[in-house]
């Protein structure tokens, strides 16, 4: 079985989707990642704000830290070897190494809509 590990920039939480201004690449990767941990493949996530232990230990993440810098974030990893750098991986290439269709890495979109009244916040 393949593990796959994304090595992402600093953020403020595990997965960069949440605050006022969501980055919609955010939430792609990480309702990817979501759907193939449901599945029960093996792919993790690393914060470097949370986790900079595992971009020390890591040699290879940590070389391209040293020669590049943070700009270099995300680095991803399939088995130990470096397949991308400075970008996510699509949810092809994600299929591809877990043999599954892109169209399972697609998130639901909510069924009920949610309503929220902000002049009743106080």
Excluded: H
Aim: include cysteine.
């Amino acid at each position: 079985m393949k593990k796959v590990e994304i090595f992402d920039p600093a953020m403020c939480c595990s997965t960069g989707v949440c605050g006022p201004s969501v980055d919609p690449e955010l939430t792609r990767v990480a309702s990817a990642v979501f759907a193939l941990e449901k599945k029960g493949f093996d792919i993790t996530r690393y914060n470097l704000t949370s986790e900079p232990d595992k971009f020390v230990d890591q040699v290879e993440v940590n070389k391209i830290l040293m020669n590049k810098g943070p700009d270099a974030l995300p680095v991803v990893l399939v088995n130990g070897v470096v397949e991308k750098v400075g970008s996510y991986p699509t949810n092809e290439e994600l299929a591809k190494w877990f043999d599954v269709k892109a169209e399972e890495l697609i998130g639901e979109k909510p069924r009920t809509p949610i309503k929220l009244n902000i002049n009743n916040l106080k």
